[in-house]
């Protein structure tokens, strides 16, 4: 037992499966609160829980001390500037919709890692999942126009996420290279902290008091999003450490979230339910990710057997 839960696809999957969840509770959460408001409080509250877990006051001090200008980085990348995209793009989509293109952030990831490290470079078979994945979210976007304003406000949440896409992107580059002495749950913490305070200023000239109301259904939306969070970022920073993990091959795994996420939206959401198309794009981006592992795995096939004439 101890072993799967050290296992780097076991952490893989349950992060991935928290962060499906997150669709419902964000959608929730929208009814009451502005978004950037929300997101900002999401993440201080996540910052905080991760804080109170961490015992050691006086190391994760000596770490905020010796990394700050790092921590702020990942802080402005990772939570302010995702998560700007991120919230305002699902706020003018259905969750399910929003999960699946949502999902599509591996493809935009392998292509940053292509460009940051010399071991984890494109191939065609990468460049065909890609462009399956492109297709998948275009097929799921473009066939939905019940949005009360119409296909201009549908492509415009759909564009709001794809550069969420990228920004993750980079993030996720920036996380795999940072300093080694730096904890992932110090630098998850901070990070999550002073992004999320750093949205709530943010929130304040745009959005004013961007508290509606409140309700028990609130509340709940809101310490889930903030225990997910804390829990799913915290396992993905120590996961991007782990020597000969490769960005790209972890964040396939990411290809679980519209699945469940979209399962989740139809479940729980009354005015969410399967329709053709978003099954179709479904099966699109899943195609994708079948072709991304098999390109995968053959990239790990070929190092072994270099290894093996090397010998």
């Not at 010399?118 to 492109?134: C, E, N, P, R």
């Amino acid at each position: 037992m101890k072993n799967l839960f050290s296992n780097t696809i076991f952490l893989a999957i349950l992060a991935s499966l928290l962060w499906s969840s997150a669709f419902v509770g964000v959608k929730i959460g929208l009814q009451y609160h502005s978004p950037f408001q929300f997101a900002g409080v999401r993440f201080t509250l996540s910052g905080l829980m991760l804080l109170l877990y961490f015992n050691n006051y006086g190391n994760y001090r000596k770490q905020l001390v010796e990394h700050w200008r790092f921590i702020l980085l990942i802080a402005v990348l990772q939570t302010v500037i995702q998560y700007m995209f991120f919230y305002s793009g699902i706020a003018l989509l259905p969750a399910s919709i929003a999960a699946m293109i949502i999902g599509s952030s591996p493809l935009f990831i392998s292509v940053v890692s292509h460009f940051s490290f010399h071991d984890d470079k494109m191939d065609w078979l990468k460049s065909t999942s890609i462009l399956l994945g492109v297709i998948g979210v275009a097929v799921i976007s473009l066939g939905r126009s019940e949005l009360p304003s119409g296909v201009k406000i549908s492509m415009l949440g759909v564009a709001l996420l794809l550069m969420n896409n990228f920004a993750s992107g980079f993030s996720n580059v920036w996380v795999a290279k940072k300093p080694k002495n730096l904890a992932p749950t110090v630098l998850s913490s901070s990070s999550l902290l002073f992004g999320g305070i750093g949205l709530i200023l943010i929130s304040v000239p745009i959005e004013g008091y961007g508290l509606r109301t409140v309700s028990f259904e609130y509340f709940v939306a809101l310490g889930w999003l903030s225990f997910l969070s804390a829990a799913a970022f915290t396992i993905w920073f120590s996961l991007l450490q782990r020597p000969g993990v490769k960005v790209s091959v972890l964040n396939t795994w990411k290809f679980l979230i519209p699945v469940a996420g979209a399962i989740l939206s139809w479940m729980i959401i009354p005015d969410e339910s399967p329709d053709l198309v978003s099954v179709l794009g479904m099966l699109v981006i899943a195609s994708a990710l079948l072709i991304l592992n098999y390109s995968n795995r053959r990239a790990n096939r070929q190092i072994k057997e270099k290894a093996l004439l090397g010998h």
